[in-house]
């Protein structure tokens, strides 16, 4: 069993599946793809995210040897290694999977808009809905907590204009029982919410972003179709900076640093360079970490081809002038002067922090925690768990970029399918 189907989750399950190994694949999203789903482009090579991870959700989907179960949870673990006993918790969909055909037509006529969590609440979507264009499986979900059938008993507007008659909403949720040989946790991280450091402004002050609403901004599938404006007058930026370390190594909120911030600020300002080359992007910084192959030349090269200026400086706060542009005050590291230029929008880079669940998680599973709350691997064993059978990868564990999140997907279901080996 692989339990999280982002791009760790897929390259995990795909490695056994071309074994001839049999891989159960528990998603609680409506779709697959995780975080990956909602990037525009991925570092060092600047290609398009969906472009590479489109071909994985096909083959995970296909695959014989792979059987997804999403909108589905964990509930229980019991057991040993080599043979475990899941119960997992499949929620309702409200729509047929095997009758639709994802032709929209219920979107259209679905009156309730509900904040869409995927586009992180930049726009609306509907109550019944698919969580990106190109989301496998290919099928909608309909939004219990915000359909006007479930909460007011009224509507039901999908069920007629649904020729194929795919909407259903006597399903209910149901649990099913797996016996399991080995067990991949590959669930993920969540976004750090810098609310709290008041002085940086965001939630206060409008064309203050994070860096993953910065992301949907800017992606062609986005809410803004691409073209980048800021959002309190829509106005094209042509100052741009991006603060980093927003939450990580600080002890008052994440001591570790996340490891990529360094690499992904340096991508959003050469994508943001590459859709206006009118813009100009500074990116202030404590310490640049650029650890993997090829990454100091692609910091180099926004630098030289991409109007990229690094600031080493420690940013004590930000505020708007009378027009929402925002000012940034902070203390220049080399010639220790205060200085506050001026920006039309200010990108927080904020850290990798763990799933909200992950403790409760952990209780299920019956493995152990950091002191961060990431799930705590052994030291010269990084993929194994503090209990046999169950291993771990990607951010789960700790954080790191997609192409260390696949290496380590697949160290980890190496160590899996020994264990099925030998079952």
């Given at each position: 069993m692989v339990v999280g189907a982002?791009?760790?989750?897929i390259q995990a399950s795909l490695d056994l599946a071309e074994r001839g190994i049999k891989v159960e694949l528990v998603e609680k999203n409506a779709c697959i793809g995780g975080r990956m789903a909602q990037l525009d482009k991925t570092f060092p090579t600047n290609d398009c995210s969906i472009c590479i991870l489109a071909p994985k959700l096909a083959e995970c989907s296909r695959h014989p040897n792979?059987?997804?179960?999403?909108?589905?949870?964990?509930?229980?673990?019991?057991?040993?290694?080599?043979?475990?006993t899941v119960k997992v918790l499949k929620h309702a969909r409200y729509v047929k999977e095997d009758e639709c055909i994802n032709c929209g037509i219920c979107v259209e006529k679905c009156p309730m808009r509900v904040e869409d969590d995927f586009d992180m609440q930049l726009r609306k979507r509907r109550a019944i809905y698919i969580d990106y264009v190109?989301?496998?499986?290919?099928?909608?979900?309909?939004?219990?907590e915000k359909c006007l059938w479930f909460t007011k008993s009224a509507c039901r507007i999908c069920e007629k204009v649904c020729e194929r008659e795919a909407i259903d909403f006597e399903q209910e949720d149901k649990e099913i029982e797996l016996n399991i040989a080995s067990i991949i946790v590959a669930t993920g991280y969540d976004?750090?919410?810098?609310?709290?450091?008041?002085?940086?402004?965001?939630?206060?002050?409008?064309?203050?972003?994070?860096?993953?609403?910065?992301?949907?901004m800017i992606s062609a599938s986005g809410p803004l179709g691409?073209?980048?404006?800021?959002?309190?007058?829509?106005?094209?930026?042509k100052n741009l900076a991006f603060i980093n370390c927003v939450g990580?190594?600080?002890?008052?909120?994440?001591?570790?640093?996340?490891?990529?911030c360094c690499m992904y600020t340096t991508k959003e300002a050469m994508i943001a360079y590459e859709h206006n080359s009118n813009i100009r992007t500074s990116i202030f910084y404590i310490d640049l970490r650029a650890g993997g192959k090829g990454f100091r030349d692609y910091i180099?090269?926004?630098?030289?081809?991409?109007?990229?200026?690094?600031?080493?400086?420690?940013v004590a706060k930000i505020l708007q002038d009378e027009q929402r542009n925002p000012i940034?005050?902070?203390?220049?590291?080399?010639?220790?002067?205060?200085?506050?230029?001026?920006?039309?929008?200010?990108?927080?880079?904020?850290?990798?922090?763990?799933?909200?669940?992950?403790?409760?998680?952990?209780?299920i599973l019956g493995i152990n925690v950091d002191d961060c709350n990431f799930f705590k691997s052994m030291t010269y064993h990084p993929q194994k768990s503090s209990k046999e059978g169950i291993f771990l990868c990607g951010t789960c564990r700790a954080p790191m970029d997609i192409p260390n999140s696949v290496v380590d997907a697949s160290g980890a279901a190496a160590k899996a399918a020994e264990i099925v080996m030998r079952v």
């Open positions: 982002g791009i760790a989750g792979i059987t997804l179960h999403v909108l589905s949870e964990v509930q229980s673990v019991e057991g040993s290694a080599g043979n475990f190109q989301g496998v499986p290919a099928i909608m979900s309909i939004d219990k976004v750090f919410d810098p609310t709290a450091i008041s002085y940086l402004g965001y939630g206060r002050l409008p064309n203050v972003v994070t860096s993953l609403e910065f992301e949907r691409g073209h980048l404006t800021r959002p309190f007058d829509q106005k094209e930026p990580s190594r600080d002890i008052k909120n994440n001591p570790y640093c996340s490891s990529c180099q090269r926004g630098c030289d081809d991409y109007a990229i200026t690094y600031i080493k400086g420690k940034v005050f902070y203390e220049d590291t080399d010639t220790f002067e205060v200085k506050q230029p001026k920006f039309d929008l200010v990108v927080l880079a904020t850290s990798m922090v763990p799933k909200k669940d992950a403790v409760r998680m952990s209780e």
